[in-house]
T-cell receptor, first 114, second 109 residues
Framework: NAGVTQTPKFRVLKTGQSMTLLCAQD?????MYWYRQDPGMGLRLIHY???????AKGEVPDGYNVSRLKKQNFLLGLESAAPSQTSVYFC?????????????FGDGTRLSIL | GQNIDQPTEMTATEGAIVQINCTYQ??????LFWYQQHAGEAPTFLSY??LDGLEEKGRFSSFLSRSKGYSYLLLKELQMKDSASYLC??????????WGAGTKLIIKP
């Protein structure tokens, strides 16, 4: 059972380039999330989805777009990368959004923007 | 507004007990989570409290006081593998998790 899988694990981009981060889960979870984790700060929610075909903005959505075309996949796109987007990105999923259902995390994507 | 606070770093000795505190302020609360995160790895779920009191899971226990906006994670019989960051997060009125910056726990032999 793979759980939550993120690709790629590492990536270096130049300012202005675009890329897509992929997240796949095999637990049949309805909810999926994208976070960024920066030193000295808590995880911050970028976008999330409560089901196939739906997306919503989180705390820090600017500069990112997402899509959830299939229940098992949640894609995060950077349209024009900026150095401020250098971070570790985590995808997570949960069966539902309430407290009884903890979020399960992927191993992260370490992204550097030069 | 909402905020959550936990110590940046703590040090403890192998075999000892350590308590990691977390305080929060929010107008809407739907429970508090603790996660463990080893360096360079994903956060993994440890515990969830929604009612006041202590929840025990083996060597780990978590306590919640909603009236005080306070939680702690208690780790007993510390092992070297417990060296990690411990993240607390509360579920707000929109059922979104608000995360603390994490407490880095260093275990010394």
């Amino acid at each position: 059972n793979a759980g939550v899988t993120q690709t790629p694990k590492f990536r270096v981009l130049k300012t202005g380039q675009s890329m897509t981060l992929l997240c796949a889960q095999d637990m049949n979870h309805e909810y999926m999330y994208w976070y960024r984790q920066d030193p000295g700060m808590g995880l911050r929610l970028i976008h999330y989805s409560v089901g196939e075909g739906t997306t919503a903005k989180g705390e820090v959505p600017d500069g990112y777009n997402v899509s959830r075309l299939k229940k098992q996949n949640f894609l995060l796109g950077l349209e024009s990368a900026a150095p401020s987007q250098t971070s570790v990105y985590f995808c997570a999923s949960s069966y539902a959004g309430d407290g009884n259902q903890p979020q399960h995390f992927g191993d992260g994507t370490r992204l550097s923007i030069l | 507004g909402q905020n959550i606070d936990q110590p940046t770093e703590m040090t403890a000795t192998e075999g000892a007990i350590v308590q990691i505190n977390c305080t929060y302020q929010t107008s809407g609360f739907n429970g508090l989570f603790w996660y463990q995160q080893h360096a360079g790895e994903a956060p993994t779920f440890l515990s969830y409290n929604v009612l006041d009191g202590l929840e025990e899971k083996g060597r780990f226990s978590s306590f919640l006081s909603r009236s005080k906006g306070y939680s702690y994670l208690l780790l007993k019989e510390l092992q070297m593998k417990d060296s990690a960051s411990y993240l607390c997060a509360f579920l707000d009125s929109n059922y979104q998790l608000i995360w603390g910056a994490g407490t880095k726990l260093i275990i010394k032999p």
